[in-house]
């Protein structure tokens, strides 16, 4: 029988916790695509559905990486639904001694969602994870609209971001 979750670092999956009453931030779980994970990240960037092969596929790879990706929920407790999540990976660099940096990803609260903290929640869940498992650094990219929830959280704007798509 497969773990419900991917196992996380014991900071992270001390307990879910419970963002004000209405919502408990957890790991991602293998239920969650029914729970409407995929119409979340959909919210964030054009995605089309997942089968459930290939979300248990991707779903296994990651929870082979243990503590050094971990994606977080938050779900509502009372529908059970999806209402955000994000993703932190760390990189282990041969730089500052082999030390390690978070790379925080996928960030999305669901539209009818916001303006409730529960992004704030999550990204500081997300940055304790990265600390607790060492790393010297957080990092992330965003858009120029979401540089200010981003410093609320407590990042600084920092050198230039560029891309290379394929």
Do not use: W
């Amino acid at each position: 029988m497969e773990p419900p979750h991917a196992p996380v670092a014991a900071e992270a999956s001390a307990g879910a916790e419970v963002a004000g009453d209405a919502y408990i931030i957890r790991p991602l779980d293998l239920a969650d695509l029914s729970k409407g994970f995929c119409e979340l990240l959909a919210q964030l960037s054009p995605s089309p559905p997942l089968s459930e092969e290939a979300f248990r596929a991707r779903f296994a790879e990651l929870a082979a990486l243990g503590a050094d990706h971990l994606v977080l929920v938050a779900e509502e407790v009372a529908t059970g639904r999806l209402a955000a999540a994000g993703a932190v990976m760390v990189e282990r660099k041969f730089i500052r001694r082999c030390g390690l940096v978070g790379h925080l990803e996928d960030v999305v609260v669901d539209a009818a969602a916001r303006g409730r903290g529960l992004g704030e929640r999550l990204v500081r869940r997300l940055v304790e994870h990265a600390r607790g498992r060492g790393c010297y650094k957080v990092i992330l990219n965003c858009t120029t609209e979401l540089k200010g929830f981003y410093a609320k959280c407590g990042f600084e704007e920092k050198n230039v971001q560029m891309g290379l798509y394929f």
